[in-house]
């Protein structure tokens, strides 16, 4: 079984600062782990994905994460925020192991300040 | 780019009728997901299909059903609307059968049940 947890339902920065939105995973084989976006009003998009290489993912927008499979976490981050940023961020992690669906975090809605 | 089309994006019915949802892509893909989203819960799975005339039960399918008769189109089905079936509803779709595939989203359909 897989399952994602999110930190916080909200995140309050101010433009310009740093970005940190956390994921942790459970699953019981080498996971793929996604992060998505979704803007108001609006389906999600994909930011970025890690599919077992490179632990240090890069994504749209200026967002990066990175697989620490010790910890079991795949946090976001950028390192400065823009107003465009607002929006809610959703982790998702799927088994490695053929056909598999994804399972979704409960997300964490970024607000952006000026 | 890839497309993901919804019927409606407001729909209100009476609790008791029969709705439905359709769903369209444009990029031959083989999967097909539908999903609701509620605040503070994140997505949940309803159905998912990977071929034409398949599909596998997700989280939470009761009271509802789904139809795949062509690869492109996928309709979800509620038989009897109730009151706790208002909700976001999202469709996405993905190629292969790797959990490494991207899903795109469609943007929604707000279903209110009075």
């Known amino acids: 079984a897989q399952s994602v947890t999110q930190l916080g339902s909200h995140v309050s920065v101010s433009e310009g600062a740093l970005v940190l939105l956390r994921c942790n995973y459970s699953?019981?084989?080498?996971?793929?782990l996604f992060w998505y976006v979704q803007y108001p009003n609006q389906g999600l998009q994909l930011l970025l994905k890690?599919?077992?290489?490179?632990?240090l993912v890069k994504g749209i927008n200026g967002f990066e994460a990175e697989f620490k499979k010790s910890e079991t976490s795949f946090h976001l981050t950028k390192p400065s925020a823009h107003m465009s940023d607002a929006a809610e961020y959703f982790c998702?992690?799927?088994?490695?192991?053929?056909?598999?669906?994804?399972?979704f975090g409960k997300g964490t809605m970024l607000l952006v300040s000026p | 780019d890839v497309k993901v089309t919804q019927s409606s994006r407001y729909l209100v019915k009476r609790t008791g009728e029969k709705v439905f949802l359709e769903c369209v892509q444009d990029?031959?893909?083989?999967?097909m997901f539908w999903y609701r989203q509620d605040p503070g819960l994140g997505l949940r799975l309803i159905y998912f299909?990977?071929?034409?005339?398949?599909?596998e039960k997700g989280d939470i399918p009761e009271g509802y059903s789904v139809s795949r008769e062509k690869k492109e189109r996928f309709s979800l089905i509620l038989e009897s609307a109730s009151t706790n079936q208002t909700s976001m509803y999202l469709c996405?779709?993905?190629?292969?059968?790797?959990?490494?595939?991207?899903?795109?989203f469609g943007p929604g359909t707000r279903l209110t049940v009075l």
């Open positions: 996405a779709s993905s190629s292969g059968e790797r959990g490494t595939d991207t899903q795109y």
């Open positions: 699953s019981s084989v080498p996971p793929y």
């Open positions: 890690y599919t077992s290489a490179a632990t």
């Open positions: 998702a992690v799927t088994e490695n192991s053929g056909y598999s669906t994804l399972t």
């Open positions: 990029m031959d893909h083989e999967n």
């Open positions: 299909s990977y071929d034409v005339k398949m599909k």
